[in-house]
Nanobody
Framework: QVQLVESGGDSVQAGGSLRLSCVASGYTNSVYSMGWFRQAPGKEREGVAIIFTGGGSTRYADFVKGRFTISQDSAKNTLYLQMNNLKPEDTAIYYC????????????????WGQGTQVTVSS
């Protein structure tokens, strides 16, 4: 089993920055891919950014390229999402997820999920 705990969500103004953190525990050796996903009110959950934990390869959704950066600290079992130039449309609950399967931005491919952390961006 893998447990994930997110933190770092807050309320900020447009153009500001936040860094989200996700601490993983349990049998983390089974994890192949990890990522950040988000869900806004009335919308479906969508992939934001993912990382291959074994080598650090990354993939981003088009709507965050150039603004967000996903990274990991393997020694601390911690995943990060640095979010810059935030926009009101980034407002959502952000979730950390992990899986043993294929490297994908689709939420349906992830088995383990954190509780989510709220990000609110005001204009």
């Amino acid at each position: 089993q893998v447990q994930l705990v997110e933190s770092g969500g807050d309320s900020v103004q447009a153009g500001g920055s936040l860094r989200l953190s996700c601490v993983a525990s349990g049998y983390t050796n089974s994890v192949y891919s990890m990522g950040w996903f988000r869900q806004a009110p009335g919308k479906e959950r969508e992939g934001v950014a993912i990382i291959f934990t074994g080598g650090g390869s990354t993939r981003y959704a088009d709507f965050v390229k150039g603004r967000f950066t996903i990274s990991q600290d393997s020694a601390k079992n911690t995943l990060y999402l640095q979010m810059n130039n935030l926009k009101p449309e980034d407002t959502a609950i952000y979730y950390c997820a992990a899986d043993r399967g294929r490297f994908s931005l689709s939420p349906a491919n992830y088995r383990y999920w954190g509780q989510g952390t709220q990000v609110t961006v005001s204009s």
